[in-house]
């Protein structure tokens, strides 16, 4: 399962509180990505990295922050969770240069926000 | 901006009936398809991509550029088939990331 993980696995959390999810890889890929999985919508980018300190906005950023001061790791905070942040969190990996350049995801979090 | 739609949100078969899960895209450049497959409560696999032109589990998709689409196709379902399937494309841009449809449940019956 190329080595991604994800931390928690499950929360549910209340309205106006912080919360901190992990993805965490032993891929030594660059590229690290956020996605939200919602009934028919699909998965929706919400923010991605590109090395080390180097991020980015996806589609659906908003009310969401990210960090990685490491290579393996990418944290995804919700800085005021709200009830529309209820969803299931997929992170992915990728390193692009590689001939057939693949995304692999994580087992997911599922996030609800009561 | 592109986009990816898959118009079928559910698809039931008989098992060994053929399936075809239907995938258009709108893209002005060169972009990547891909099919990856989501049985129940795990995490995203890729099925198969465009430009690898392989057969896996049986399925396969062929590229039609003129129509922009990336049908994903199966001539005998089986049981263990049941999943949702998420077509996705990824740009000719430098970010990696990729644009995914609604998906398609698809559900073998026996």
């Known amino acids: 399962d190329a080595g991604i993980t994800q931390s928690p696995r499950h929360k549910v959390t209340e309205t106006g509180t912080p919360v901190t999810l992990r993805c965490h890889q032993t891929e030594n890929h660059r590229y690290m990505y956020w996605y939200r999985q919602d009934p028919g919508h699909g998965l929706r980018l919400i923010h991605y990295s590109y090395g080390v300190k180097d991020t980015d906005k996806g589609e659906v950023s908003d009310g969401y922050s990210v960090s990685r001061s490491k290579t393996e790791d990418f944290l995804l905070t919700l800085e005021s969770a709200t009830s529309s942040q209820t969803s299931v969190y997929f992170c992915a990996i990728s390193e692009p240069g590689t001939g057939q350049e693949t995304q692999y995801f994580g087992p997911g979090t599922r996030l609800l926000v009561l | 901006a592109q986009r990816v739609t898959q118009p079928e949100k559910l698809l039931s078969v008989f098992k060994g009936a053929p399936v075809e899960l239907k995938c258009n895209y709108s893209y002005s450049g060169s972009p990547e398809l891909f099919w990856y497959v989501q049985y129940s409560r795990q995490r995203l696999q890729l099925l198969l991509r465009h430009i690898s032109r392989e057969s896996i589990k049986g399925f396969t998709a062929d590229l039609n550029k003129g129509e922009t689409s990336f049908h994903l196709k199966k001539p005998f379902a089986q049981e263990e088939d049941s999943a949702m399937y998420y077509c996705?494309?990824?740009?000719?841009?430098?970010?990696?990331?990729?644009?995914f449809g609604s998906g398609t449940r698809l559900q073998v019956q026996p």
């Open positions: 996705a494309l990824r740009t000719d841009t430098g970010r990696r990331a990729l644009t």
